[in-house]
Structures are given as structure tokens and as C-alpha cells.
């Protein structure tokens, strides 16, 4: 899906009735059982912007109240089949129902139907209860521990994560209300580089890469509690760097948005390119200011690194001034560091 930054942070997805026919891919109902139906009214304004695609997983259990622990949406098994008999109907829901799908729905901010690789069902036990968890973007659930792995672990994926919602027993079919709000479970950075007022118009600055040291990204997370496993990155080079891009006073941005483990401080090594001439900048840290969410990187907050190059006084070495400031998602922290 396209990775921009806009305003923002919660995607909303609300239940109720679609047409099943809206999506071509998607599988045929069972003539005897009573489906679980979704839409979605998504008003996302992160990496996942309006009009993106997104798949999520979607998770149910079935059974009666209390609401599911998170121990037992980690042990759940997943059924990613539908066994039917005759009639279309389960000879025995506990061991022939689905349990997990990918939903796949177009961000929005007005409601759109939800396409289910794989549909779900509700047991048809009047004191049974339908109970469902998403998580965004879809992954592999293995068997017994909840952890849901994602397909890549690039610094891409928004991962976001709605719990639990009790969509009711069979008889609150196509009327219950109930929604989904997804959160976002990382800490963002964006990268922008301006050249200083002053500058003379010949003093071309390109970037030629940006790495993050020490930084987590995110390759799974678990059902029932959210938590993230990150794998650990010594050097991580931002994606997406054009580095025939001019900067100008007004700055411009730098890569993809990243989306990483919250962290206290941060570093960076850089490399910047003046009037064709490289020079890199190493192990450069980048203290923030404010509490907003935390300190540094926080959960749910986005990070705007800028990169000041400034022009020459009486040296021969241009200056570089950086400065981070937390930004929607939700408005945060702000930062500043110096390189000379």
C-alpha cells in the first residue's frame, strides 16, 4: 500500500451489513449458516492514507461470556477453512467453522464493505457469543501462541491493532453495532532536508542516504495482548531515498516514512552531497525535547527529522543543523541537533 504521512492517527471500522457480491474474489456463503458481516468507515491519516488498501486479520471466538482473555486469544488454533455438509451447514462448529481471515477493505472515511478471504460465521447457539480482534497488516497466525507475523519486515508496516469486540449472539445478526478502532502500535519518523537562507543558488544538496542505528522494526504481534516482537537492526538504511532531489529553502522530504520500536534518543549517520562533493556525518544524536507521549520515539507519534545545511562562514566545512519534531499521528515533541 502507498506510505504517506498525512494528518492523524486511529483508523475506525465500523460492523454492520455489505453486499456479498462486492468483491469478486471474495468466497460464497454457506446456504445454511448465518455470516458474521462487516463494514468499514476508515478515517486514517497515517502511512495509511485514504484510499489505500488495506488487509487486516481478523480473529473469532466464539463462546459464552466472560470476553475472551488475552491467554486465550494467544491459544487459540486457527481454522482458516470452512468444513461443511449437507445443507451448507457445520456438522460440529468447534472443529468446522473458520476462526481467522484476512479482511480486505479501502480506507475511507465513509463506510465501505468488507471482502473476507474467508468467511465467518456465528454459531448458531442462542447463548454463544461472536468475539473479534483485527490486526493491520495481515500475517501468518501461528498455532497455540497468538503471534501473528507479518509477510515483511521492512520498516512498512503500520501496525495497528483493535481489540476485542463482542459482535453478540446469532440473533444480533445485521444489527449489531459494535466496531472496531484500530491504534497505532509503532513509533513513526519522517526525514525532511532545507538548505539554509542564504545559499547561493549553486550550492546543489542532495541526500545520499540516511541510516538509523540501533533501531527494532517490527515483525510480529500477539492477539491477545498487542505485544510487538521487533528484530534489531544494527544499521537500518532508509527506504525510498532519491538522491538526484535538490533540496531547497522550503526543504523537502527525504525517504519513506519508517515506522520502528519507540526509543528514548536516537542516531543517525548521514550523507549529504554539496555541489557534487560527499560528506558523511556519523553516529549523529538527535535529542528531543517535550514529553508528549514519552520521551523520543513514542507510540503512536510521528517524528519529523529535519536536516539544516547551512552555509559556510569563515570554514571551509558546511554546517549541518538537525532537528526533530513529533508530529501527527498526534502532535508531540520537539528536538534539535547540531552537527558542525
Known amino acids: 500500500m502507498t506510505k504517506k504521512y498525512v494528518l492523524a492517527a486511529i483508523c475506525l471500522v465500523t460492523m454492520a451489513g455489505c453486499n456479498n457480491n462486492e468483491f469478486e474474489n471474495e468466497t460464497p456463503l454457506a446456504s445454511g ?60 462448529y468447534a472443529t468446522d467453522a473458520a476462526n481467522v481471515s484476512s479482511g480486505t477493505f479501502t480506507a ?44 515483511s519486515v521492512d520498516g512498512l508496516q503500520d501496525v495497528l491493532y483493535a481489540s476485542t469486540i463482542d459482535k453478540g449472539t446469532i440473533e444480533a445478526a445485521g444489527t449489531n453495532e459494535k466496531f472496531f478502532t484500530f491504534n497505532h502500535q509503532t513509533g513513526q519518523v519522517r526525514f525532511k532536508i532545507l538548505k539554509e537562507e542564504g545559499m547561493s543558488a549553486d550550492s546543489v544538496v542532495t541526500v545520499q542516504s540516511v541510516t538509523l542505528l540501533n533501531v527494532g522494526l517490527p515483525e510480529s504481534i500477539t492477539l491477545g ?64 525535547e517535550g514529553t508528549e507521549g514519552g520521551t523520543g520515539i513514542t507510540k503512536g507519534y510521528s517524528s519529523l527529522v529535519t536536516v539544516t545545511v547551512k552555509r559556510k562562514i569563515n570554514t571551509t566545512e558546511s554546517q549541518i543543523d538537525v532537528k526533530a519534531v513529533v508530529a501527527p499521528w498526534k502532535t ?7 552537527l558542525d
Open 332 to 338: 508531540g515533541n520537539t528536538g534539535n541537533v547540531d
Open 108 to 151: 475511507s472515511a465513509t463506510a465501505q464493505s468488507v471482502g473476507f478471504s474467508v468467511p465467518l460465521y456465528y454459531n448458531k447457539a442462542s447463548n454463544i457469543r461472536a468475539y473479534m480482534v483485527g490486526v493491520a497488516p495481515a500475517g501468518t497466525l501461528s498455532s497455540g501462541n497468538g503471534k501473528v507475523t507479518f509477510p
Open 225 to 288: 495482548d498487542s505485544v510487538i516482537t521487533y528484530q534489531d537492526k544494527g544499521e537500518f538504511a532508509l527506504p525510498g531515498i532519491n538522491s538526484s532531489a535538490a533540496a531547497t529553502e522550503a526543504g523537502i522530504d527525504v525517504g519513506s516514512p519508517v515506522m520502528i520500536r519507540p526509543m528514548a534518543s536516537m542516531n543517525i549517520n548521514i550523507t549529504i552531497s554539496i555541489k557534487g562533493v560527499s560528506k558523511t556525518y556519523s553516529n549523529i544524536p538527535v535529542a528531543f
Open 33 to 92: 449458516e448465518t455470516p458474521i458481516e462487516l463494514k468499514t468507515g476508515v478515517d486514517t491519516r497515517a502511512a495509511i492514507s485514504n484510499g489505500d488498501v488495506v488487509t487486516a486479520t481478523i480473529a473469532l471466538i466464539a463462546k459464552e461470556t466472560p470476553e475472551p482473555t488475552a491467554a486465550e486469544w494467544n491459544a487459540l488454533v486457527p481454522i482458516t477453512t470452512n468444513t461443511l455438509g449437507d445443507g451448507g451447514t457445520f456438522a460440529n
